[in-house]
């Protein structure tokens, strides 16, 4: 009983995919009933790892074959990614990606198109690479209440951070170092302006959530800002700085859904989790904590995701094809997207959380004492206020916060910016 795949994309990913379904040996014996059909690439003019005559530069005729069960999409990007999962989804084919910009910005659309044409549209390799996260979501999970989702999800930028930390270095200098290795693209503006955690923190929260999420809602910080002396100093304090993903129960009704530098406590199940590694800190009830570890990229682990997907459609259409249902089947609820409704995300300034925050100021007399008066006035108590010492001339004093408000804390920096003995506000990080 075969199944018949269509592969849109043969790059890094593609030929990961390629291989797994190749070479079944000693995997899942259900493998060897899927059948690579047709690959869709830019070029058949170059060296391939699948025979010439599966190629095609038309990607519409892969998505409208009659002969394709499953659609696999591994080319990346908005468009064309976008209308020809639609296409597929229109003409009735199942569709896996591993496409989270698509998703996160176009899967009303798409979910809501594969729901009416009753296919699945499954994305594990869309967050965190070969790590097992979304499907453990819908199903393993799915008898519990999550009330929060944490996670290093951007593989670049916990490498960047990860080398600062050990080495020292600036962040600009390790990037270009990043880069000449391969672990940072060319263009690295969505990894580290946090665009690229945005997307899977969306995808995340849609999903443990039980709604859809407006991406631009999602409040986005990347790390271009954390220089060493922050790292240097979060050391000194018991952190390590971590880009975190956050979606967060704030209400019934109301989520946080946030990505930006934090100070994670040494103690915290994230905080040991360095280079290209991604992790995903799941909480919930009755569960309590379950933490997902794992490369969050790479050809060999994503492509795993996205066979992983494949097989569970194939099992299906396995149990369809053998009870030979006339009526199309109904789509298991735990795998199908089904929800409808947009959740409401809290703004940044309800947010309740703490602060870490490094001041230069002019070295007079009284100057901690005027700090501590305005963030009192404005209901910002302060677990630790200290004059680390003297940089460029200037005094330098490091502040944590208890708890609090971020609408009361931005209050209380404005009005301290607007002091005559303060220079710069030079850092501002908030604190798990």
Known sequence: MAFKVGLLGLGTVGTGTV?????????HPLLQDIVIHKVGVRSIDKPRIVPAELLTTDLESIVSDPEIDIVIEVMGGLEPARSLMLKAIANKKHV???????????GDEIFTAASKAGVYVLLEAAVGGGIPVIEPIKKSLCANRINAVTGIV???TNYILTRMQLEGGDFTEILSDAQKLGYAEADPTADVDGMDAADKIAILASLAFGGRIKLPEVYCEGIRNVSAIEIVYAEKLGFVI?????AKRKSSDELEVRVHPTLVPKSHPLASVNDVYNAILIEGDPIGQVMFF??????GPTASAVVADVLNIAALLKVERATQQSEPPTLDPLLACSHQHYCTIAPMKDLSTRFYARFLTRDDPGVIGKLGTCFGNHEVSLES????????????IVVVTHQVQEGNFREALNQIEQMNAIEKVASVLRVL
């Open 19 to 27: 291989e797994i379904l190749r070479d079944p040996a000693q995997r």
């Open 96 to 106: 896996v990606t591993a496409n989270k910009a698509a998703i996160a910005r176009f």
């Open 154 to 156: 951007n593989g670049t």
């Open 242 to 246: 971590k880009l975190l993903a956050i």
């Open 294 to 299: 794992g490369r969050g990229a790479g050809a």
């Open 385 to 396: 206020v200290v004059q680390v010492g003297i940089r460029d001339g200037a005094a330098e």
